[in-house]
Nanobody, 118 residues
Framework: QVHVAESGGGSVQAGGSLRLSCAVSEFTYTTYCAGWFRQAPGKKREAVAATDDEGNIVYADSVKGRFTITQDKTNYSLYLQMNDLKPDDTAMYYC????????????WGQGTLVTVSS
């Protein structure tokens, strides 16, 4: 059974940086999507960045130029480098993965909290 675990969240001031990590165990997908999502208090979960087995990458408009998603296919891990953080980036960040389309991920972590103060 796939297990997902995020780490790297924390509290930073605006303009600061954080790097989130996601370890995915039992990752046996050949075709897959994996990505980062976030949910702020009182808001819906939104996609932040995603990648797939072909290396395609998509970003939410709000993070383009500031966030970078990377993956390590050896003992599968997913990373999110977040630079120039803004208070609006404050949210619980979740890592998701699945052996299909990016809108049908079926393995999720518990989330890691990112707080950005002004």
């Amino acid at each position: 059974q796939v297990h997902v675990a995020e780490s790297g969240g924390g509290s930073v001031q605006a303009g600061g940086s954080l790097r989130l990590s996601c370890a995915v165990s039992e990752f046996t997908y050949t075709t897959y999507c994996a990505g980062w999502f976030r949910q702020a208090p009182g808001k819906k979960r939104e996609a932040v960045a995603a990648t797939d087995d072909e290396g395609n990458i998509v970003y939410a408009d709000s993070v383009k130029g500031r966030f970078t998603i990377t993956q390590d296919k050896t003992n599968y891990s997913l990373y999110l480098q977040m630079n120039d953080l803004k208070p609006d980036d404050t949210a619980m960040y979740y890592c998701g993965a699945g052996g299909g389309e990016c809108d049908a991920l079926d393995a999720w972590g518990q989330g890691t909290l990112v707080t950005v103060s002004s």
